[in-house]
């Protein structure tokens, strides 16, 4: 089966650096996507780590231990537009293709 | 260009009544998926396709069926919708050189 965990909700300051956390045990991984959803709308990628360690994209980066079953994803100078939800995803992988979805952590950035 | 398109936007049925979502791409891409997503809920993966292959996930209700008839193409059939169908139904692709899968809008279903 699939578990992937998140905190549900997270608030914090525009301009601050804030952590969201994933950990997942899942059958089979190749793979943990960072996805950014406003409310009513798609979500959009955010970030892709199949090997340990730290990938940067501008203000966002993301971070995976796969020992651990652990992954981050670190949002930078805060703005208010950054308030949306933030699903972390696991993906199989060849042979299986199945890509599945954490609940999603709410982010409120406050003035 | 839109490149995963899902019609229509908004769908309001009749309970019980047969209703059918429709996805398309213009990615050429292998795996399409269905998500089901209830509000402030995350995405929940209903099946996915490898060209053909089809994958039903094992907790997909058997209300919820899908056909693709071709690479481009692909549809969500709710047999006898119920009032716990109302959702957002997305849409998505994967495939070539991307590794991340691309949503469509999706069509937000409303049963009455």
């Known amino acids: 089966g699939q578990n992937i965990d998140q905190p549900t909700e997270m608030t914090a300051t525009e301009g601050a650096i804030v952590q969201i956390n994933c950990t997942y045990q899942t059958s089979g991984f190749n793979g943990l996507f960072w996805y950014q959803q406003h409310a009513g709308e798609a979500p959009t990628f955010l970030s892709y780590n199949v090997l340990d360690g730290l990938e940067e994209k501008g203000r966002f980066s993301s971070f995976l231990s796969r020992s651990k079953g652990y992954s981050y994803l670190l949002l930078k100078e805060l703005q208010m537009k950054d308030s949306a939800s933030y699903l972390c995803a696991v993906y199989s992988g060849a042979g299986s293709y199945q890509l599945t979805f954490g609940k999603g952590t709410k982010l409120s950035v406050i003035p | 260009d839109a490149m995963v398109i899902q019609n229509p936007r908004y769908q309001v049925t009749q309970f019980g009544k047969p209703v059918t979502l429709s996805c398309s791409q213009t990615l050429n891409h292998n795996v399409m998926y269905w998500y089901q997503q209830k509000s402030s809920q995350a995405p929940k993966l209903l099946f996915h396709y490898y060209d053909k292959d089809f994958n039903n996930e094992a907790d997909t209700p058997d209300n919820f069926q899908s056909r693709r008839p071709n690479t481009s193409f692909c549809f969500l059939d709710i047999r006898s919708p119920g009032l716990g169908d109302a959702a957002m139904y997305l849409c998505?692709?994967?495939?070539?050189?991307?590794?991340?899968?691309?949503f469509g809008q999706g069509t937000r279903l409303t049963v009455v």
């Open positions: 998505a692709t994967s495939g070539g050189d991307a590794v991340e899968a691309f």
